[in-house]
């Protein structure tokens, strides 16, 4: 077992471990495990889009946010927002609210949009990195819906020529599994150019290319030769192109799985957990500190 711990913060990662040990670990160091999600938010805009565009953004969602509630069905409530600064960085968090308005209230506990059927969860914005990180409580988050009300209502937030797009960060997972397939014989993804913010060499490259050719998506839709299966790594465009979809994009892809049975696999299946063991006092910081060094910052995003 090893185990490496980041001062000051004392978080680290424990691989391999059984969950009943790593309580035991957790209880003596006075550790707890955190759990959460991450959305990407992208403002399409001729303005320079720095951190300070990104703070701007929320906090104009979070007035419009308190202004318009319960106006839905269902809807998004930025119920909390507060402005504080871990490592150095400026940060926003608060409590969101996921309501539901049913035909008949009775006597249910409401949510702070005045309906029940609701779900509260903590969250932090990283303007610096335009990254919102929804932290996971004891009930199932439904993220693919989540993503598209923070959509509706940040695209209510921007000026009338701007438009935001918000991408919930997927697995790296989903790739393996797809390059690890004996067969693939259809694949179809859609990616956008990204906020500048990437690594990989190939993918750096089909990305600067959409947005030099002022592409705002890309959609690409293959199938294999009769008898044949799709070589993604034999391919350096298809491989950068698919280096976009964890943070820019989605992928479906018709396999044939290690049974000998097709299967369709999807990244919206492959939705991005993060793990984190820190104490209680230090779990922002720990996360601020983690998303720093997972998604690296440009000077314009």
Known sequence: MQISLKSPLRSFYIPNIKPVIIKRILLMTNQQEVQFYVFNIRLLTDRSRTPGLYFTLFRRLFAINKSATGSKRQGLLFHTMKRTRYAGIPVLKGHLCRFQKPVNIGSQTVSPAGFPHYQVNEYLFIPAIHRLCLIAGDAPLPLTTLQRLLEEGLNNAVQKEEEVHVTLEKSP?????????????????????????????????????????????????????????????????????????????????????????????????????????????????????????????????
């Open 173 to 301: 997972d989903f790739l393996d599994d797809l390059l690890d397939a004996p067969q693939i014989s259809d694949i179809k993804f859609r990616i956008s150019y990204s906020n500048q913010d990437l690594n990989d060499e190939y993918t750096n490259l089909v990305d600067s290319q959409l947005r030099d050719a002022e592409i705002e998506y890309l959609q690409i839709s293959g199938r294999a030769r009769e008898g044949k299966s799709v070589e993604l790594q034999k391919s350096t465009f298809l491989m950068g192109a698919m280096g976009l979809v964890p943070s820019n994009g989605y992928a479906t892809a018709r396999i044939v799985n290690r049974d000998g049975y097709p299967q369709w696999v999807r990244t919206s299946d492959y939705p991005r957990q993060f793990r984190l063991h820190c104490s209680e006092e230090q779990e922002t910081e720990a996360i601020v500190r983690h998303l720093l060094q997972t998604y690296p910052r440009a000077d314009e995003a």
